[in-house]
């Protein structure tokens, strides 16, 4: 037990070091080391879990919508997106891109169990702009390139790696460009396939791909899924040609394939499948959605996202 001292004023003090006094400083130094992130709340709790709750529960959507975006993670690509955008919503997504979006809320409520959805689901967060083209500087096989990604080139597409891992780039169709409300820039694509890993994935049905000859080396075939990717993801641009077999054959004697990044050589697709249960899909047609933006009722067209 400790012992009070004198001190000079005949004053009965006790030592600095006792122990009951040092344990109590150190619990209440550690009792909720937790502090709310928002400027200007104070609050403090015991574990993270509270902190989270305090967010969602004591503080406005402004409050918590500015702490977002004062704390979000710069994209590590410089990106350049050109001419106008469509504004999702209020304007419909891009046929044929699936989009989540709440029907109640745009920008997202943290409040509401669809909205937690859509962010939870790794694509784009509403409102998106969705552009036409744009210019970005990935990692290549070459190293940092400047590539520029256009949605209207119909045969041109990126380069990405497989999702379950690889190292082989796989061909790619792309469908949209974004760049959604936390500063992120999204790529939707369909992948390409070969005869090799279509056989591999146990796809059996070759008949309805038609009676001719599949070319085993140079032919693709199309998912009809769309699935999201971060622009960081790409890795170059490459060609599918849309066309028969003879004609890329004779192409290809003549010289006259396109080459994407890296020289890589272009190849052809003439059928697409889904994924899901390994079934022939419909043909492959080639859409000239430059040819539609050439005249003023086409570009009033591709606006109003009927195309």
Same mark, same amino acid.
């Given at each position: ?16 070091? %006792?122990?009951? =006094?040092?344990?109590?400083? $150190?619990?209440?130094?550690?009792? #909720?080391?937790y @502090?709310?992130?928002? +400027? ?8 993270p879990?509270? !902190? ?11 409050? !918590?919508?500015?702490f977002i975006t ?13 001419g ?12 044929? @891109?699936p &989009? ?24 784009? @967060?509403p409102?998106? =702009?969705?552009?036409? *083209?744009? $210019? ?7 190293? =940092?390139?400047?590539? &520029? ?10 380069l %990405?790696?497989?999702?379950?891992g690889? $190292? ?6 792309l469908?949209?460009l974004?760049c959604?409300?936390?500063?992120h ?8 396939? *070969? ?15 038609? *009676?001719?000859? %599949? ?8 998912? &009809?899924? @769309? ?5 960081? #993801? ?9 066309c028969?077999?003879? +004609?890329?054959? =004779? ?5 006259e ?7 890589? +050589? ?12 390994? &079934?022939p899909?419909? $043909?492959?047609?080639? !859409?000239?959605?430059k ?8 570009r ?8």
């Open positions: 037990v400790a012992t009070p001292m004198t001190d000079q004023y005949l004053m009965s003090v006790f030592p600095k070091d %006792i122990p009951w =006094k040092v344990s109590k400083n $150190k619990i209440e130094g550690n009792a #909720a080391p @502090v709310c992130p928002v +400027e200007g709340c104070s609050k403090t709790y015991s574990d879990e509270s !902190v989270k709750r305090h967010i969602l529960m004591g503080h406005s959507k402004s409050d !918590v919508a500015k004062k704390n979000i993670k710069k994209e590590k690509l410089a990106v350049e997106f050109f106008n955008f469509r504004l999702v919503p209020p304007f419909a997504p891009p046929d044929g @891109v &989009t989540l979006l709440c029907p109640h809320h745009a920008p997202c409520n943290v409040k509401c169990p669809i909205c937690i959805d859509v962010i939870n689901a790794r694509g784009p @967060v409102p998106i =702009k969705f552009y036409q *083209s744009a $210019k970005a500087v990935i990692m290549s096989e070459e190293g =940092k390139v400047a590539v &520029t990604f256009d949605v209207n080139e119909f045969e041109r597409g990126p %990405i790696y497989p999702r379950h690889g $190292k082989k780039l796989k061909y790619t169709q469908k949209a974004c959604d409300t936390l500063g820039n999204f790529a939707a694509i369909c992948s390409f396939y *070969s005869y090799h890993e279509l056989k591999s994935m146990g796809y059996t049905d070759w008949s309805g791909f038609g *009676s001719d000859a %599949i070319d085993r080396d140079n032919e693709l075939f199309q998912e &009809t899924e @769309v699935t999201w990717m971060r622009l960081e #993801a790409l890795k170059g641009s490459s060609y599918t040609l849309c028969e077999r003879d +004609e890329y054959k =004779k192409r290809r004697l003549m010289g394939l396109p080459q994407g990044t890296g020289k890589r +050589e272009a190849k052809f697709c003439r059928y697409t499948f889904n994924r899901v249960d390994l &079934t899909g419909p $043909k492959r047609v080639y !859409v000239d959605k040819a539609k933006t050439n005249d003023k009722v086409g009033m067209m591709m606006e109003a996202g009927a195309w």
